[in-house]
């Protein structure tokens, strides 16, 4: 049973144009949420988070946002770069004194020069 | 440098050895958590540790063993006990109690035949 879930194994983006990545969830016990960025053969990169009581989180050119009704949260990434071409993995966490993460399948980001 | 060094990078084993998995961080972390990785799959929890001398079983525990007799270090033993054990392992530490980012290592890749 999925409690994360990235629904888009892939995407494929213009450099310059925006990246949306698409995260859902089905435990409303997650209270915090993560973005992590992962190149192959190497561990995954922390990039952002939005705690439950914020809706909208922005680090350069990186912002979460969160819908917390829908149970959603996205990441997006202006302006994309070459660079920026890797997985993407959305994590959540109970919060509350466990500090455990729940990771989705990830989405492979390609940017294209 | 402070970081979190896992070795070596690739490891080959028959079946049926055990083999130990190196985790070594001095961030000064007291938490520390060992991830499974298969292709396209998301990152699945097999350990964590909160404080030295004490470590919980994640989600996909059986087979592996753990001991924490460091802050320092993690290590991970894969048992002739786990079915399927070619996989990507990353291990990955937290700063803080207050802190839900986790930091990960490089990760090894381990193949069994």
């Known amino acids: 049973d999925q409690q994360v879930k990235q629904n888009s194994p892939s995407l494929s983006v213009q450099e310059g144009r925006i990246s949306i990545l698409n995260c859902d969830y089905t435990?409303?016990?997650?209270?915090?949420f993560l973005w992590y960025k992962k190149y192959p053969a190497e561990g995954p990169t922390f990039l952002i988070s939005?705690?439950?009581?914020?809706d909208k989180n922005e680090d350069g050119r990186f912002t979460v946002f969160l819908n917390k009704s829908a149970k959603h949260l996205s990441l997006h990434i202006v302006p994309s770069q070459p660079g920026d071409s890797a997985v993407y993995f959305c994590?959540?966490?109970?919060?509350?004194?466990?500090?455990?993460?729940?990771f989705g399948k990830g989405t492979k980001l390609s940017v294209i020069p | 440098d402070g970081g979190i060094t896992q070795s070596p990078k690739y490891l080959f084993r028959k079946e049926g050895q055990n083999v130990t998995l190196s985790c070594e961080q001095n961030?000064?972390?007291?938490?520390m958590y060992w991830y499974r990785q298969d292709p396209g799959q998301g990152l699945r929890l097999i350990y964590y540790?909160?404080?030295?001398?004490?470590?919980q079983k994640g989600d996909i525990a059986e087979g592996y063993s753990v001991s924490r007799e460091k802050k320092e270090s993690f290590p991970l033993t894969v048992t002739s006990a786990q079915k399927n054990p070619t996989a990507f392992y990353l291990c990955?530490?937290?700063?803080?109690?207050?802190?839900?980012?986790?930091?990960f290592g490089p990760g090894t890749r381990l193949t069994v035949t």
């Open positions: 990955a530490s937290r700063p803080r109690r207050s802190s839900y980012e986790q930091y």
């Open positions: 435990n409303s016990m997650f209270d915090y």
């Open positions: 939005i705690s439950s009581i914020k």
């Open positions: 994590a959540a966490s109970p919060g509350a004194g466990s500090y455990q993460l729940t």
């Open positions: 961030l000064n972390h007291d938490a």
């Open positions: 540790s909160q404080i030295v001398n004490d470590f």
